[in-house]
């Protein structure tokens, strides 16, 4: 059985609080986490400051699994998302509404 310990919710809803206050488009699974932006100059500057936030907490961004993409290239818990589309784990074309 898995658990969650009070303090990584309390990190989780920091986290939120933070990307919320700065107006920060994202979505978060768990510990896994997606940040839209428009550039990739706005991308490196987010991801340094989301690794900042976290740093004092001891909890670092996974370098191997953190990454800047086009929303085209972009894959998430499995799904794959293409233009108006989303793509399960087995390929399926799911439409987006």
Do not use: C, H, W
């Amino acid at each position: 059985m898995i658990t969650t310990s009070r303090r990584q919710l309390q990190v989780r809803d920091d986290l939120d609080r933070f990307l919320e206050n700065k107006q920060y488009p994202f979505v978060r699974y768990a510990d896994d986490f997606v940040i839209s932006v428009k550039t990739l100059k706005e991308g490196q500057r987010i991801m340094q400051e989301v690794t900042d936030f976290l740093r004092p907490l001891k909890l670092p961004i996974n370098e191997e699994k953190s990454q800047i993409v086009r929303q085209s290239q972009l894959t998430f818990l499995g799904y794959s998302f293409r233009g108006r589309f989303l793509y399960d784990r087995v390929r399926e074309k799911l439409a987006l509404t």
